[in-house]
């Protein structure tokens, strides 16, 4: 059964940067698109970032261009996402997500598989 592990969230000023790590096991993800989605309180989970985990393909929120970059480590079976020149505006629950099928998309409902959330706060 395929599980996610998100790791890396906390607390930082406006301008700061941090990086959350996405620990993925139970399935074989060279075949897997995998994303990145933020809540933030009273606000639909929105997407932020995408790619495939065999590479090629990226994808990424307007919000987010230019400030995060999505990555992966084969070595750690890990996606991250590194998060840079960061504002209030990117306070949210940040979760990973995966699908084993379909090309890299920013559809929420293409992903069947989440993990738990973790917290960004971001100071002004």
């Known amino acids: 059964q395929v599980q996610l592990v998100e790791s890396g969230g906390g607390l930082v000023q406006t301008g700061g940067s941090l990086r959350l790590s996405c620990a993925a096991s139970?399935?074989?993800?060279?075949?897997?698109?995998m994303g990145w989605f933020r809540q933030a309180p009273g606000k639909e989970r929105a997407f932020v970032a995408a790619?495939?985990?065999?590479?090629?393909?990226?994808l990424y929120a307007d919000s987010v261009k230019g400030r995060f970059t999505i990555s992966k480590d084969n070595a750690k079976n890990t996606i991250s996402l590194q998060m840079n020149n960061l504002k209030p505006e990117d306070t949210a629950v940040y979760y990973c997500?995966?699908?084993?099928?379909?090309?890299?998309?920013?559809?929420?409902?293409?992903?069947?598989?989440w993990g738990q959330g973790t917290q960004v706060t971001v100071s002004s």
């Open positions: 997500a995966a699908a084993n099928w379909g090309w890299v998309t920013s559809a929420r409902n293409a992903y069947p598989y």
């Open positions: 139970g399935g074989t993800f060279s075949n897997y698109n």
């Open positions: 790619m495939r985990w065999s590479g090629g393909s990226t």
